[in-house]
């Protein structure tokens, strides 16, 4: 990873604290939920690539059930990277229509459910398992079922586990020591890349190799925690790859949901350039000086380049023949330029040529700075109290309905 810093410096004193926040959580002296950072169990991942195989030979559609990071991981990696085209989630929404439309695409197709929850307790997933279990059982029997139906849940007794116990479906682990949103190379991430046809070995592997870059990830998180410090309130991650959309979906909960707390925290926001220099750019240029922005560029993409045109009529010329990584190189550091100017510091991160190794250490990268910037600004990177303020307040809600009907 190259990490480059424009139209601001780095705090030394953040910066110290980042080091000495990675060598702590390196060491295991912050928290017990840091089982993320541990190697993959081979066991594990040869279970999801074996079970993945089996749910894509055997089915034309895979619908992974989960919300926040039990989907949000594995969605980002399949749009990021090609893949057979079989993932549908479901679990993340409690729109009628949404589910009519998904199981109208089911209707007629053999299809498998994979669920992801660690308490089996929360609402949208557990509305959304029930109306994929109905579908699949109504559909192949509860006996037949019970062999495309996976799993992945606490190893501890949950609601969703009594379910899966109780039927007969293949069970996964998602240890107690990963939270859902560092779980993407856990089984609740590495299964649904298996089924999509995704070489889950390389993808951890590429994780692996983030170590390496140990100096980006203390300077990321310098760099924000400097820039929180001077006044900014929001992080505006800009990919240069439209595949990455959802990426910066995961990057939002990744983020907002580690740092968020205690009065503290940026708000992040995500783009994807250039299309949206035509909707936000104004903002990003001339608007209050709120934010900072992170741009995240791919290099090497497809060789295509600008097609030659014999009449001059498009002002377009200097372009012919230039292959079009390179037009985004030049377009992005001229983005940059005019953000500076603007009083927008620029962080730039480079991940080189996109791979299926380079996502995995892509995604262990920010992880990593992720829970370094929390515990530089001196929160718990790993819980999230806010979000199971309104869990309560829904199971109450239905509590109290329960009972009124009873």
């Given at each position: 990873m190259?990490?480059?810093?424009h139209?601001?410096?780095?705090?030394?004193?953040?910066?110290?604290?980042?080091?000495?926040?990675?060598?702590?959580?390196?060491?295991?002296?912050?928290s017990?939920?840091?089982?993320?950072?541990?190697?993959?169990?081979?066991?594990?991942i040869?279970?999801?690539?074996?079970?993945?195989?089996?749910f894509?030979?055997?089915?034309?559609?895979?619908?992974?059930?989960?919300?926040?990071?039990?989907?949000?991981?594995?969605?980002?990696v399949?749009e990021l990277?090609?893949?057979?085209?079989?993932?549908?989630?479901?679990?993340?929404?409690?729109?009628?229509a949404?589910?009519?439309?998904?199981l109208r695409?089911?209707?007629?197709?053999d299809?498998?459910?994979?669920?992801?929850s660690?308490?089996?307790s929360?609402?949208?997933?557990?509305?959304?398992?029930?109306?994929?279990?109905?579908?699949i059982?109504?559909?192949?029997?509860?006996?037949?079922?019970?062999?495309?139906?996976?799993v992945?849940t606490?190893?501890?007794?949950?609601?969703?586990?009594?379910i899966?116990?109780?039927?007969g479906?293949?069970?996964l682990?998602?240890?107690?020591?990963i939270?859902?949103r560092?779980?993407?190379?856990?089984?609740?991430g590495l299964?649904p890349?298996?089924?999509?046809?995704?070489?889950?070995?390389?993808?951890v592997?590429?994780?692996?190799?983030?170590?390496?870059?140990?100096?980006?990830?203390i300077?990321?998180?310098?760099?924000?925690?400097?820039?929180?410090?001077?006044?900014?309130k929001?992080?505006?991650?800009?990919?240069?790859?439209?595949?990455?959309?959802?990426l910066?979906?995961w990057y939002?909960?990744?983020?907002?949901?580690?740092?968020?707390?205690d009065?503290?925290g940026?708000f992040?926001v995500?783009?994807?350039?250039?299309?949206?220099?035509?909707?936000?750019?104004?903002?990003?240029?001339?608007?209050?000086?709120?934010?900072?922005?992170?741009?995240?560029?791919?290099?090497?993409?497809?060789?295509?380049?600008?097609?030659?045109r014999?009449?001059k009529?498009?002002?377009l010329?200097?372009f012919?023949?230039?292959r079009?990584d390179?037009?985004?190189r030049?377009?992005?550091?001229?983005?940059i330029?005019?953000?500076?100017?603007?009083?927008?510091?620029?962080?730039e991160?480079?991940?080189?040529?996109?791979?299926?190794?380079?996502?995995?250490?892509?995604?262990?990268?920010?992880?990593?700075?992720?829970?370094?910037s929390?515990l530089?600004?001196?929160?718990?990177?790993?819980?999230?109290?806010g979000?199971?303020?309104?869990?309560?307040?829904?199971?109450l809600?239905?509590?109290?309905?329960?009972?009124?009907?009873?």
């Amino acid at each position: 990873m190259k990490f480059d810093a424009h139209g601001f410096e780095i705090s030394k004193s953040v910066l110290a604290k980042a080091s000495r926040a990675y060598d702590d959580l390196s060491a295991g002296r912050v928290s017990d939920m840091t089982g993320w950072l541990n190697a993959a169990d081979g066991d594990v991942i040869a279970r999801c690539a074996d079970l993945g195989a089996k749910f894509a030979e055997d089915s034309e559609l895979i619908v992974v059930v989960g919300i926040g990071g039990s989907y949000l991981g594995a969605k980002a990696v399949t749009e990021l990277l090609p893949n057979n085209g079989k993932l549908r989630f479901a679990g993340n929404t409690l729109s009628g229509a949404y589910y009519e439309k998904l199981l109208r695409e089911l209707d007629g197709k053999d299809f498998s459910v994979i669920a992801v929850s660690k308490s089996g307790s929360t609402v949208e997933p557990g509305i959304g398992f029930r109306v994929m279990e109905q579908a699949i059982i109504g559909r192949y029997g509860r006996s037949n079922a019970r062999e495309r139906v996976a799993v992945v849940t606490s190893p501890e007794h949950t609601l969703l586990g009594d379910i899966c116990d109780a039927n007969g479906y293949t069970r996964l682990i998602l240890p107690d020591n990963i939270g859902g949103r560092y779980s993407i190379f856990s089984a609740a991430g590495l299964l649904p890349i298996a089924s999509s046809g995704i070489d889950a070995v390389a993808f951890v592997q590429g994780a692996e190799s983030a170590a390496a870059n140990r100096g980006a990830i203390i300077s990321y998180a310098a760099a924000r925690q400097t820039l929180y410090r001077s006044g900014k309130k929001i992080e505006v991650l800009s990919v240069w790859e439209p595949n990455a959309r959802w990426l910066g979906e995961w990057y939002k909960q990744l983020f907002g949901e580690s740092e968020g707390k205690d009065g503290k925290g940026l708000f992040p926001v995500s783009l994807e350039l250039p299309a949206d220099l035509h909707s936000m750019g104004q903002y990003m240029q001339d608007a209050e000086r709120l934010m900072f922005e992170t741009m995240l560029c791919f290099s090497g993409t497809a060789g295509i380049t600008v097609p030659k045109r014999e009449e001059k009529v498009d002002n377009l010329d200097a372009f012919s023949g230039v292959r079009l990584d390179e037009v985004t190189r030049s377009v992005k550091d001229a983005v940059i330029a005019a953000h500076v100017e603007g009083r927008v510091p620029v962080i730039e991160l480079t991940p080189g040529e996109l791979t299926t190794q380079s996502a995995g250490a892509l995604m262990r990268f920010m992880m990593t700075s992720c829970a370094v910037s929390g515990l530089t600004m001196g929160v718990n990177p790993f819980d999230q109290p806010g979000v199971e303020v309104y869990k309560s307040k829904v199971r109450l809600l239905f509590e109290g309905k329960d009972r009124c009907e009873d």
